[in-house]
């Protein structure tokens, strides 16, 4: 990242053009993509989800500010990127969760998930997932407690019911999950507004489609694979497409440019990772969704793979030659 924040570098693998693009503008186009789901969001959950996407904003936020205070740097909260972190936790919440829970995880994305690692482009994690993974380790029931959308009744996400073994005639229909007419995290339901948002984010040429495509991908093949073999059929892999996080994770989350790979090969190498973890923590953990985890512990070993991946220097010889 060079030192003037409006000169944004964008982190790829060589060679290496500046496009005249910024930290500031960039935030404002993820925010763009992020309204459809923010408006299916308010839609479905109402007053509720206002009440912890403020919150999470708002906490992500100040808790930037201060942090960047106290350890005396460049207070960067105009660019935007604690305002795209706070909604995007608050789109991995469901709308039960206690409001002061959500600025806990708010603080956690922000201080431990970002600021702790040096700020923006040095993290190492997804700050977002950070402090989902803390609120869901801390207060499991109230992270897991789901509310059907428009009439508030408890309810079961669409995956937890599969996990239960409810049989496919009694589950959320495709055209539901289609449009999020189906209990679960705020920005998680509308399969829709993520996708037309991931279209705009891949228009804008701020993610690259590797990412998205083989992480979907993967995750198609093996639950088709599943789907055959229990003969469930086609039904199967589509209903784990538009369920859970999976397209907020794999659109939003999965291609956050500092904590994936910078390397094409290294891109579909991680989307692959993420989509086959994702499948085995569904279909063999204990917890129905697999999202969070699979990309954070890809995460975790993204300077591996962009070593493995990194392209000759032209004019390079190997070492063994």
Same mark, same amino acid.
């Given at each position: 990242?060079?030192?003037?924040?409006?000169?944004?570098?964008?982190?790829?693998?060589?060679?290496?053009?500046?496009?005249?693009?910024?930290?500031?503008?960039?935030?404002?186009?993820?925010?763009?993509?992020?309204?459809?789901?923010?408006?299916?969001?308010?839609?479905?959950?109402?007053?509720?989800?206002?009440?912890?996407?403020?919150?999470?904003?708002?906490?992500?936020?100040?808790?930037?500010?201060?942090?960047?205070?106290?350890?005396?740097?460049?207070?960067?909260?105009?660019?935007?990127?604690?305002?795209?972190?706070?909604?995007?936790?608050?789109?991995?919440?469901?709308?039960?969760?206690?409001?002061?829970?959500?600025?806990?995880?708010?603080?956690?994305?922000?201080?431990?998930?970002?600021?702790?690692?040096?700020?923006?482009?040095?993290?190492?994690?997804?700050?977002?997932?950070?402090?989902?993974?803390?609120?869901?380790?801390?207060?499991?029931?109230?992270?897991?407690?789901?509310?059907?959308?428009?009439?508030?009744?408890?309810?079961?996400?669409?995956?937890?019911?599969?996990?239960?073994?409810?049989?496919?005639?009694?589950?959320?229909?495709?055209?539901?999950?289609?449009?999020?007419? %189906? *209990?679960?995290?705020? /920005? @998680?339901?509308?399969?829709?507004? $993520?996708?037309?948002?991931?279209?705009?984010? &891949?228009?804008? #040429?701020?993610?690259?489609?590797?990412?998205?495509?083989?992480?979907?991908?993967?995750?198609?093949?093996?639950?088709?694979? %599943? *789907?055959?073999?229990? /003969? @469930?059929?086609?039904?199967?892999? $589509?209903?784990?497409?538009?369920?859970?996080? &999976?397209?907020? #994770?794999?659109?939003?989350?999965?291609?956050?440019?500092?904590?994936?790979?910078?390397?094409?090969?290294?891109?579909?190498?991680? *989307?692959?990772?993420? /989509?086959?973890?994702?499948?085995?923590?569904?279909?063999?953990?204990?917890?129905?969704?697999?999202?969070?985890?699979?990309?954070?512990?890809?995460?975790?070993?993204?300077?591996?793979?962009?070593?493995?991946?990194?392209?000759?220097?032209? *004019?390079?010889?190997?070492?063994?030659?």
């Amino acid at each position: 990242m060079m030192n003037n924040r409006e000169n944004l570098l964008i982190v790829s693998s060589s060679p290496h053009l500046h496009n005249g693009n910024s930290v500031a503008k960039a935030m404002r186009d993820v925010l763009i993509a992020l309204i459809p789901a923010l408006i299916a969001s308010l839609y479905f959950f109402g007053w509720a989800a206002a009440k912890v996407i403020i919150t999470c904003i708002l906490a992500a936020v100040l808790s930037e500010a201060v942090a960047q205070k106290i350890m005396k740097r460049e207070v960067t909260i105009d660019d935007g990127s604690a305002v795209v972190t706070g909604l995007l936790l608050a789109f991995c919440l469901p709308s039960t969760l206690p409001l002061w829970m959500a600025a806990i995880g708010a603080v956690v994305a922000i201080i431990i998930g970002k600021q702790m690692f040096g700020g923006l482009g040095n993290n190492i994690f997804n700050p977002a997932l950070i402090g989902r993974a803390v609120l869901l380790a801390s207060w499991p029931v109230a992270m897991t407690s789901w509310v059907a959308p428009l009439d508030g009744v408890t309810t079961a996400t669409p995956l937890g019911m599969l996990k239960q073994g409810v049989i496919a005639e009694q589950l959320p229909s495709l055209w539901n999950l289609f449009i999020g007419n %189906v *209990g679960g995290s705020l /920005g @998680e339901t509308s399969a829709v507004a $993520l996708i037309l948002g991931g279209i705009y984010l &891949l228009y804008k #040429g701020h993610i690259d489609w590797r990412i998205p495509f083989s992480y979907l991908g993967t995750v198609f093949v093996f639950t088709l694979i %599943v *789907g055959f073999v229990i /003969g @469930e059929g086609l039904w199967y892999p $589509l209903f784990h497409l538009l369920s859970g996080g &999976l397209l907020l #994770g794999a659109f939003f989350m999965a291609t956050d440019w500092v904590t994936s790979p910078i390397t094409k090969k290294g891109k579909i190498i991680f *989307g692959i990772g993420c /989509g086959l973890l994702t499948v085995i923590i569904r279909l063999m953990g204990g917890y129905p969704e697999g999202v969070c985890y699979s990309i954070l512990l890809m995460n975790m070993i993204t300077p591996l793979i962009d070593r493995y991946t990194k392209a000759r220097v032209f *004019g390079g010889v190997s070492k063994h030659a």
